[in-house]
């Protein structure tokens, strides 16, 4: 049975929104890494693009599972580099106060997604959630002053490429 009519239309959308921001999350954060005079941040959101990235290819078999159509790549890598240089200028502490308040609210959509699923899909939402939850872990070590913040997204990578 085709696994797209077993899906509910607001699913299908929330997987089109998800996969398409992870795509653009990819040039967002690394053109806001290259904003911040600050190698520290810089190198960090270039670990935050990366996640973007392994999240955006579990998520593509996904859509194309359920035969949702997304928009070309390198559109959405050319709206991501945008929405980055539109972006307000603001210190990198400010920064990171952003991601605390606005991220922790995708780690529940992402679970509430993950909820209405099906089987085949869970395992590509799951690493969805757990992205976003490195993210935010990352968000208040930083903010907590913590030396060593950037663990969360290194080991979320580690353990999503088992062979980096
Ligand atoms: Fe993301």
């Known amino acids: 049975m085709d696994a797209s009519r077993n899906a509910a239309p ?7 929104k ?3 921001d992870e795509v653009a999350g990819v040039t967002y ?3 806001l890494g290259k904003r911040y005079h600050d190698p520290r941040a810089g190198r960090t959101l ?4 990366e996640l973007e990235k392994v999240t955006a290819a579990a998520l593509q078999p996904v859509l194309d599972r359920h035969g949702i159509t997304y928009r070309d790549t390198e559109l959405l890598y050319d709206l991501g580099r945008e929405e980055a240089q539109a972006q307000v200028e603001g210190s990198w502490p ?3 106060a952003f991601m605390l308040r606005d991220y922790p609210p995708y780690v529940e959509a992402f679970r509430d997604m993950e ?3 099906p089987a085949d899909d869970r395992p590509a939402l799951h690493l969805l959630t757990l992205h ?5 872990a990352f968000a208040e070590l930083e903010a907590a002053g913590a ?3 950037t663990w969360p997204l290194r080991q979320f990578l580690d353990a999503a490429l088992p062979k980096r």
């Open 10 to 16: 607001n699913y299908r959308q929330a997987l089109l």
């Open 18 to 20: 998800a996969y398409e």
């Open 29 to 31: 954060f690394a053109e």
């Open 46 to 49: 270039a670990l935050v693009s």
């Open 94 to 96: 400010e920064f990171v």
């Open 115 to 117: 909820r209405i699923a």
């Open 132 to 136: 976003e939850v490195a993210i935010v």
């Open 147 to 149: 030396e060593d913040s």
